[in-house]
């Protein structure tokens, strides 16, 4: 007996509603949507009308589906009959509208009911965060209020999620405050909410605090969960590692979202040995062999600088995913194995597994990276092969970032100038590319137009500009755009802006204007703004001020040889041979070595290093002949550039 016999068989016997909703919901709970409206078709030609318990369980079946054109079929029905005014059925539409993402269907449904409570307007608020319309969401919730409807655990954590989209911290604690009027905030599934988005939305404390103020009795494993995926966001391993093993202690059983978070916070070679346990213990337990978790495993180690261990993983891996053979191309992408990364690209298409966007992403990057200028042409040349054209805004900023970084400027701007539908972030990485490449006057004017043409720029579009003000020892002009930043953008400078204007007037020979930027800053200066100081002073020979530099550098970064070096040249080379013994003997108390400096160049396709000091190289002779014969050209006076 044929299957379609079979079903005609088994509903012929169907005499009531009750019978035909009985068979719809089945269908609808053993996921066969199409069952269902074929259900609810026959039913209808068999004369029997259908009733308010028939229209919601057509509807999820529509919402399976995702076909708006289903969607609007049934709402005819429904308009036709007695029940279109009900509630439960009304609610049950607009749910069904959302999530076959017809937002706009969903509120004309929500506009047209008699009767809403809690559950329609959390249906709707859900379709206004979902399709990112935060303003229209959280305008619908001052509505919700006005029309005396209370708002529930669901609507507040609907509402935080849209906070989440917006990454608003604002918002968020907004919504804090609401769930804890409310009286929603002892439950922990909103608990759980917040602490997953403060950690998205940068506020780790705030995360810490939520997850302290659930009962013990009453987290969950989502609960520890939530709390592993913030310190994720922040790469804070060891803490994350410390509370594992309190949930350890606490009797709880880890499972598969457990692993993949805290292996997601182990992406350093400093949390290497924490992330070797958790793997370790992921193993112990079973959930190790999940292609997701293998996945995340495979980038901890690579991320970690431990290749070889990230390789044997996908060596052994029983089935992979495109985002098994991205993960270990960008491995080797970011070590800058760029021959490697090609080869398992190779060994991908040959396999029959598609690259995606971010496979193409990794090995553009990795070119820019390291300087592979053949290979990233190789790689553009084929985007549109692979499925992702040349026009896609994504693969054009990372080749302008690309050929920007390999110094080929030209080719960098012809994207640019032929990408369709540019971005802030392609005109700040075209910016970028000339201050990089010492074209600042090209860098200067590009961000003009930008301006003329409304694009509003951001943080990182402020950094490119003061880096080729830096470069080119504009001072004045970069006062100028350090100002507009705040006064007409209203963005805060970071550390990296005031790094720039330390360097620039450093270049300048203002170390006392500069020393007093540093000390005016809302901000605590990091290493890269004393080093800039500390670089400038080198050039103007200033000891006393190098003195505070060098000094707030030894504080900050201990073992890092660079800043010893930096102030050993400066007493050396203004004769004060007790200062520069004294930081010699410093770093030999400290056990700080410097590591000789490496450079690295491509050939047909192939990258050479050369370490100073070495000479290794198998064409040494050749190479170091050329280098002293371009030397005694360069000391020639009468040599022309």
């Not at 509003?456 to 402020?462: A, E, L, Q, S």
Request: glycine share 6%.
């Amino acid at each position: 007996m044929s299957l379609i016999h079979r079903r005609l068989y088994r509903i012929s016997g169907l005499s009531s509603v009750n019978a035909w909703n009985l068979q719809i919901r089945e269908a609808v709970n053993r996921n066969d949507p199409v069952e269902s409206l074929l259900l609810f078709r026959e039913m209808k030609r068999g004369g029997f009308e259908p009733n308010n318990f028939t229209f919601p369980f057509v509807a999820k079946a529509c919402a399976r589906l995702a076909d708006v054109g289903c969607c609007e079929m049934v709402h005819a029905h429904l308009i036709k009959s007695p029940f279109w005014s009900d509630v439960f059925v009304g609610t049950a539409t607009v749910d069904m509208f959302v999530k076959c993402n017809s937002v706009d269907y969903a509120a004309k449904v929500f506009e047209r009911m008699p009767e809403r409570d809690a559950t329609t307007w959390n249906a709707m608020l859900s379709g206004f965060c979902q399709s990112g319309h935060t303003d229209k969401a959280f305008s619908l919730f001052r509505e919700m209020r006005l029309n005396e409807i209370t708002p529930d655990s669901v609507t507040v954590m609907t509402l935080i999620q849209s906070a989440s989209f917006e990454k608003s911290l604002k918002l968020l604690e907004a919504m804090h405050a609401v769930g804890i009027r409310l009286g929603v905030d002892v439950q922990v599934t909103v608990a759980n909410t917040w602490i997953s988005t403060y950690g998205k939305s940068g506020d780790l404390d705030s995360a810490k605090l939520v997850f302290e103020a659930i009962d013990r009795g009453d987290r969950t494993v989502v609960s520890w969960n939530s709390m592993f995926k913030a310190y994720s966001v922040f790469g804070e391993a060891f803490d994350a590692f410390g509370l594992y093993c309190l949930m350890l202690r606490e009797e709880f059983k880890p499972d598969l979202s457990t692993f993949i978070n805290l292996a997601a916070s182990c992406q350093n070679p400093e949390t290497l040995t924490q992330g070797r346990l958790i793997h370790s213990h992921a193993i112990h337990l079973g959930t190790d062999q999940d292609i997701e978790a293998i996945n995340t495993f495979i980038s901890m180690y690579s991320k970690s600088e431990d290749t070889c261990s990230a390789r044997l993983l996908f060596d052994i891996m029983p089935s992979r995913t495109c985002v098994s053979w991205t993960v270990m191309i960008s491995g080797y992408a970011e070590k800058g194995d760029m021959d490697e990364a090609l080869a398992l690209f190779h060994a991908m298409i040959k396999s029959g597994e598609k690259p995606d966007l971010v496979t193409l992403l990794s090995l553009i990057s990795g070119c820019g990276k390291f300087g592979s200028l053949e290979t990233g042409k190789w790689i553009d040349a084929r985007a549109d092969i692979y499925g992702c054209k040349r026009d896609n805004v994504m693969i054009c900023n990372a080749l302008i970032d690309m050929y920007s970084k390999c110094g080929s400027i030209h080719e960098a701007r012809d994207i640019f100038d032929n990408t369709p539908e540019k971005t802030v972030v392609t005109w700040t990485t075209m910016i970028a590319g000339y201050a990089l490449n010492g074209i600042f006057l090209e860098a200067l004017k590009l961000f003009s137009k930008m301006i003329d043409l409304d694009y509003k720029p951001n943080h990182i579009t402020f950094l490119a500009v003061l880096q080729a003000c830096a470069h080119s020892g504009s001072l004045e002009k970069g006062w100028e755009y350090f100002h507009i930043m705040k006064q007409v953008y209203n963005i805060s400078p970071g550390l990296d802006h005031y790094s720039c204007m330390v360097d620039l007037l450093g270049r300048k020979g203002k170390l006392e204007e500069a020393l007093e930027l540093i000390r005016n800053m809302s901000a605590k200066p990091d290493a890269g703004i004393w080093g800039a100081l500390l670089n400038a002073c080198k050039i103007h020979r200033n000891v006393k001020i190098a003195e505070q530099a060098a000094e707030s550098l030894f504080n900050l970064e201990p073992q890092m040889a660079a800043p010893y070096v930096e102030m050993a040249n400066i007493y050396a080379a203004a004769g004060m041979w007790d200062g520069f013994a004294r930081i010699r003997s410093i770093m030999k108390q400290r056990n700080i070595k410097k590591y000789p400096g490496e450079s690295v160049i491509q050939v047909n396709g192939k990258n050479h290093t050369f370490t100073v000091g070495e000479h290794g190289h198998v064409d040494n002779e050749v190479i170091y002949f050329t280098l002293n014969g371009l030397s005694l050209f360069a000391k020639d006076k009468t040599y022309i550039v």
